[in-house]
């Protein structure tokens, strides 16, 4: 009797888990569909990596609000590159091989898309970049599966190139970061020069180590070299030193030219870099962002859910993690190849404005806009756009 | 292109005058205690956030950030130096027990730092205005530099060549037995100096961190050059120092121009200090040293 009733209890112990499935479908947590977004959140480009991460959580909230994709909700898997190619492409794997995501917003810089981008493909995972704009991606052989949003490098540098011919400098300087971003950008604009018949001379290439932190010696190179234009290409926190010891030197009556990179209330951290920007630069660039209902709804929304208003590159950030959820819409599921195919047909109005690719994976066409440094009656600096010019 | 050298000599005392003011306790400490400490990096990153503190957070100004980032920097290392290294030699510990704990020491000033101010870079909030002399421009950032560089340089030569005390710290750094078998209270100068020393530390973060900026990494930037100056100095060799630091400067900043006009990245320059380490080191192990074995 004894063990008719334990073979009775272990049979029901045994059953429990059965009977415990059957009964849950109704109410099972449906696994999210996870994007990956690699942004730096740390190092030189940190303080601009915190600010686009909110661009990305803005746009998956609106994506859930929305239904989600494939009928399931969206969720981001944070990683921070660090501003380092090696740590970037670590985190890309750790992205890939340990959370099994299929599409990644990012990388954020153009070396760790160098050092990520064919690991990616490897696996048939999906990245769109919101800012790797080295022209020298598009020579890459994974570049199917790497998408842009924002534009590139030598599209900026075609700008800044109309700049200096509009104004008609003959001795042009340049300083920037030794790195993929800065070299890519001087060659590009150089180039851009020569083939539109500029006449004058690049005087001197200052190629600086953002680890230094000290430009005395640099920058005296490019007073001695008696430019009459500099066009400079930084990060926040090393432009920062830049500005405020060129300031010292009194390379403040020649003319500046910045970029993306040292554009937002960042370089204003230190008076002195503000001082400077206000003072010297005649014109920067950057990445026009979309004119239109699109980017109205999309700053109205991130000013109020953040208390901030977006800077530079949030809104591609933004647009290329809802490029990410149409992509696997379209799909119908969730697995690399198909998202990619998918990606390659995608054309939507996002807050950057219209946003299709060209074969390469970058983005077809856009705006840039030309930005100075103005300082108000209350002595606070801002970024004022000065004009918009399509290329 | 025409090169303004004296712009160039100039850039190069300036970069020396940081290198020397934190190399002087590091030098010293080293030969004292006999071993190289490198929380030394750290106390010039303190130094530069005390001075960050007073002058920009409390708006206090330049001079009482100097003062107090040189007594609290100082106090903070007299406190390492009681509480952990000298406790540790007592005990019998090596040169590289004490290194290793040097270490740690700095690891823990320096993520204690990250905690309190954060690792996002901050700036002085002074503004400096500039001089045109000729060719030359100088901010006045770099008059003080040079100001406060020549003064603790003259003051220290004159204390350690004219007072009772330089006189002991000579005396400890060349033979602590000898010093104290003539009754000189050797531990006393080895806390003075190591008080001083950090002091001064904190002096060139302040310098650092203002014509740049400060992060909790601000020490550890430039305590490679630093190291650079003890050795070619000769350790424990104040007036070698005062040579290697603008021997150092002088190449980092000539670096620069021929890396430029080569074409290459100025991140080499760096190394170009190195380089003068390892020669050094092959040649002259003992540094600039032998030019000034009286001192």
Known sequence: MRRKILLVVMAVLLLLPALACSSEPEEAQVEPVKIGVLLCLTGDLGPMGLKMMQGAELAVTEINDAGGVLGRPVELVKEDGATDPAKGLDRAKKLINVNGVKVIVGPMISGTALSAGGFAKENDVVMVTPSATAGDISKQDWTDYFFRICLLDDLQSEVLSQVVLENGYTRMATMVLNNTYGVGLENSLVKALKEAGWQGEHVVGVRYEEAKKDYLSELQQIKDSKADVVFACTYADDGIIVFKQALDIGLDDIAWLGCDGNHGAGLFKDPKSAEFMAKAIVAGTRTAGGVGAANDKFVTNYTAKFGEEPEVYCDTVYDATWAAAKAIEAAGVYEGKAIRDAMEQLSFEGASGPISFDEKGDRASGTFELWKVEKDAQGKYSNVRIGLVNI | ?295
Request: with cysteine.
């Open chain 2, 1 to 295: 292109m025409d090169i303004n050298w004296a712009q160039i000599l100039l850039n190069s005392v300036i970069t020396g005058s940081i290198y020397l003011i934190g190399a002087i306790g590091l030098s010293v400490t080293y030969r004292l205690s006999n071993f190289s400490n490198f929380a030394h990096a750290e106390f010039i990153t303190l130094g530069a956030f005390i001075g960050y503190w007073v002058s920009s957070q409390l708006g206090w100004g330049l001079l009482p950030a100097f003062i107090i980032a040189f007594l609290l920097t100082g106090t903070v290392s007299l406190l390492c130096y009681r509480g952990i290294f000298q406790p540790l030699a007592k005990r019998g510990a090596s040169t590289i027990h004490l290194m290793i704990a040097s270490i740690a020491v700095g690891f823990i000033i320096r993520y204690s730092i990250g905690a309190g101010w954060g690792w996002t870079p901050q700036y002085f909030l002074n503004t400096w205005t500039t001089y045109e002399v000729g060719a030359i421009r100088i901010t006045g950032l770099w008059l003080l530099l040079i100001l406060v560089t020549l003064t603790s340089a003259l003051t220290m030569h004159f204390a350690l060549m004219r007072t009772k005390l330089g006189k002991a710290i000579r005396a400890s750094s060349s033979n602590p037995e000898l010093a104290a078998a003539s009754g000189i209270n050797v531990n006393r100068v080895i806390l003075i100096t190591w008080f001083i020393g950090a002091g001064l530390a904190a002096i060139a973060g302040i310098f650092r961190g203002a014509s740049t900026q400060v992060w909790p990494m601000t020490g550890w930037d430039i305590i490679l050059p630093i190291f650079a100056v003890v050795v070619l100095g000769g350790i424990g060799n104040y007036h070698g120092a005062i040579v290697a630091a603008f021997i150092i400067g002088l190449t980092e900043n000539i670096g620069v121009v021929a890396l430029t006009n080569l074409g290459l990245a100025t991140e080499y320059r760096m190394a170009l200090a190195f380089l003068i380490i390892i020669i050094t080191l092959i040649v002259k192990p003992q540094g600039l040293a032998m030019f000034f074995r009286r001192a």
